[in-house]
């Protein structure tokens, strides 16, 4: 009897010197502390306070004047009226098999609004478990959202019938593209294709999206209801963005490359290009992902370095097109870049490309002395060292020579100018033209290097200034095709992206050239004019009819021969294709 009535009271004092709970901890401890006048080192240690917290807790409690220290305030509402409301409810719904959306749905009909995090407490207070999977007969029949359609050449629809699209223009660009040949190319390479989405098709899905201005990749879907886009291309609806995204993944580098070497050739056949002068620049376009492999390169649209990926342009000077580029850059073989580029031309022409112009930047001057022995003509400018800036401004006034620039409509057409042969560039090894022009509008005289000795000077600047049109072409890239566009909800392969630009601002120089008096525009104007123009799609037994709407540009449409004439699109066999207008 002795033997329980101790352990009771062990198991009774327990509950005061073992405190479970941290107010009835604190209360112990200051009860302690001032009744039984323990140190409070002493008390802190067993009651596993700090010295420091323990000191502060006293201190507080001294301060409170109302003795309402142990008294708990927790935030927020002590009851939840709207969840015990309809706990009645919740759990008989559960007990005829319900689940949590279920138990929602039918509440929100009866006119009771309660969440599913709600109903899953109330659930979880009264002990339900999770209801197990069930298969889709057992489910209470609630109507449901429909499934996607997915994208199948197989299923594209050729029945007489009448679709309305946005971009009804679209098809002008693709009797160029046909016309070109150009979207046999990754089928002949053997790129990647299915049953459903063949080479071609996938290929074309990809380069919609440039031929639109599309600035993210992730924006295909806001083209799903348009029944005439994706009608254009020969399927029954466009691929989905994840599939953009793999199928940008399969396009390698040496696939990039491979595809240019075609396209170069194709571009030659056709005479869409001659390659007589060819201009060459790069252009940082900013990353702002996270990849730690992105290296930093000068991004002059913004005045400052950050991640960017470097891409090399090639331009045809006469038809303004891009013939070569290549984004798999690293830091230290951009100076090397122009000789890799003159072998892809030697393989692809059997001859080196015939006159190159770049700026001060592209490559060295030991690079200069290679491409010189390879008897390639070459205009550049050279750098403004300090002795350079030196000996111009030594030049006596009497030795600077003026002209008149040629066909040229400029407030600085009588530049001043030196042309002298020089020895002083030492990589270089041999004696070079050098050209210094000043009163050109610009603060500092350009100096301008070549291995041209027979072109006059006049012709020379004139020249070295339309390398600009390089610079205008990627400004339009940039602008238009959005290559700058780089970190998207879809993740396409830079070099893939820059192929695909390329091909797409050739198709609109193309188209340019045939419409009267927009020969020189760029492709967004071009877009903007022509292709964004809505109207209807015809389908017929024999043709395919497209309408475009009225605009006030549709007579140079007319006199530009592409109205009316009936041609073949590869992808959508069976049936021509005539372009009206109503």
Sequence with gaps: MADSVSKLLTKESKFFLEPKTTMQRKYEALRTYFV?????????????????????????????????????????????????????????????NYSTEDISRLLRDEGVSISTVSIWAILNEEGFEKLPRRHDDVRPKWPRSE?????????????PRVMDTRIAGIFLIFKILSDTKICKIPRELGWYGSKMIPAENAFLSCLLLKLIGKRRKSHIMDLQCDEGVPFSIGINELPKRTYIAEYSERMTHQKNLQFMQRWLKDLRNTKMIEGKSLNLDFQSLPYFGE????????????????????????????????????????????????????????????????????????????????????DITFVTIQRRSPSLVKDIANIAPSAWREITLKKVERKFRNPKVIDRMITSIKDYGKPIRQVIVKDLGHEQPTVIITNDKKISV?????????????????????????????????????????????????????????????????????????????????????????????????????????LNVPFNLPWIPGKQIRITVR
């Excluded at 470097?310 to 798999?328: G, H, R, T, W």
């Excluded at 998207?488 to 188209?511: C, E, H, K, P």
């Design 36 to 96: 039984d006048q323990q140190p409070s080192k002493e008390v802190a240690k067993k009651f596993g306070y700090t010295d420091g917290a323990f000191r502060i807790m006293c201190h507080a409690f001294r301060k409170d004047s109302n003795k309402k220290f142990f008294l708990e305030n927790r935030p927020g509402p002590k009851f939840a009226p709207k969840r015990d409301e309809a706990r009645a409810r919740v759990i008989a719904l559960r007990k005829q």
């Design 147 to 159: 499934q996607a359609a997915y994208a199948d050449v197989r299923q594209l629809s050729l029945i």
């Design 291 to 374: 990849e730690d492999v992105v290296e930093k390169h000068y991004v002059s649209m913004r005045s400052r370095r950050q991640k960017a990926i470097l891409v090399f342009f090639v331009q045809d000077v006469e038809s303004k097109i891009f013939c070569y580029s290549n984004a798999d850059i690293r830091k230290g073989e951009e100076s090397d870049e122009i000789l890799k580029f003159i072998t892809f031309w030697k393989k692809q022409t059997g001859n080196c490309p015939p006159h190159l112009v770049f700026d001060s930047k592209l490559t060295t001057y030991s690079n200069l002395k290679k491409i010189a022995r390879m």
């Design 458 to 562: 006049s012709d020379l600047i004139t020249r070295y200034a339309l390398r600009m049109l390089i610079e205008n072409s990627i400004s339009n890239g940039v602008r238009f095709f959005h290559t700058t566009a780089l970190s998207s909800a879809v993740a396409i392969r830079v070099d893939f992206d820059v192929v695909l630009t390329l091909v797409g601002q050739a198709l609109y120089r193309n188209l340019a050239g045939k419409l009267r008096g927009y020969e020189q525009c760029g492709a967004d104007t071009i877009f903007r004019k022509f292709i964004d123009t809505p109207g209807q799609i015809h389908v017929g037994t024999e043709e395919i009819e497209v309408r475009l709407n009225k605009r006030a540009t549709n007579p140079i449409l007319l006199q530009s021969g592409l």
